[in-house]
Structures are given as C-alpha cells and as structure tokens.
C-alpha cells in the first residue's frame, strides 16, 4: 500500500499553489492571498493590519467632516457679522475663528491623507510580499514585481 499512511489515510500530494490566484486574492484585500497559499500568519498580519489603516481613516474622516463643519460655521458666523452688526461680538474675534478652524480643517485632512496613504502602503506591500515567495509548489506567471529594499526605496523589476 504505497499511497496509504500508517494510520491507512491516503497521502494527499502537496497542494499546488497558483502565484497569480494568490496575487489576485491579495489585490481584493491585504492577507488573502497569503491565506490561500497557506501562510496564515502572514495572512493575518496584512488582515490586520490593513484593519487598523482603515479604522484610522474612518476616524481621521470623522474628525475631518467635524473640522469642516466648525470651519463652515465661523465662516457663516462672519459672513452674518459683516452683513449685520452684532453688539458685544469683535469682528476679529471672529476672523481669528475662521483663521483657527481653516488651521484645524488642514491638519485634519492631512491626517486623513496619512492614514489613507497608510493603507494603500500595506495593501501594496502585501501584494509585493505574496510575489515575492518561492518554492517548487507554486507557479508563477509575474512579469512585474513592486518592492522596497533595504533603504527603504520602492523598487521595481520586470522579468522578460
């Protein structure tokens, strides 16, 4: 019984692994490529990570919309001052406002572009990181290859 295991289970052969599968899997979301060719942890690690990017851009987006709407209001508020004088309220109180919350709109959009360029870094390095593995197991039809070498410059190779 040459296919048969002691415990008398088949042996199953190794399962080959298709590298364009697993790239696509892994541009549909960071970690599912790396799952299908059986790297769970790896996997999970981009699941993970990717997560946590895009918790932080719906954080950083809500802060942004709030940061616009406190803009528009002292805006508004300035504009209803210049059309008609308010007692008791400084018109550069108010400048001061709209100058203070425009400052706080900007950081908070750059914020939200850190965190949205963030994601996009991991989803792009999980997708170079499942190109990048090797064995007799897999096959691979990948003529481009995106990757960052040691001093942290963004690489990229084509394969003829």
Not at 65 to 83: P, R, T
Request: no cysteine.
């Amino acid at each position: 019984y040459p296919n048969h295991s002691p415990a008398n289970k088949p042996i199953k052969p190794p399962k080959s692994i298709n590298m364009k599968t697993a790239t696509t899997l892994a541009w549909m979301f960071p970690g599912m490529g790396h799952y299908y060719s059986g790297r769970a942890g790896k996997g999970l690690l981009f699941t993970s990570m990717e997560l946590a990017a895009l918790a932080g851009i719906v954080v950083t987006s809500s802060s942004y919309a709030g940061q616009l709407s406190d803009y528009n209001l002292a805006v508004e508020n300035l504009e209803i001052f210049q059309d008609s004088y308010i007692e008791g309220v400084s018109e550069n109180d108010l400048r001061q406002a709209v100058i203070d919350t425009y400052s706080s709109k900007q950081d908070a959009l750059l914020n939200l572009a850190a965190a949205g360029t963030i994601s996009a870094g991991i989803w792009i390095w999980n997708i170079s990181d499942v190109k990048k593995t090797k064995s007799q197991h897999f096959s691979s039809d990948v003529r481009t290859q995106i990757g960052v070498n040691y001093r942290q410059q963004i690489v990229v190779r084509f394969s003829f």
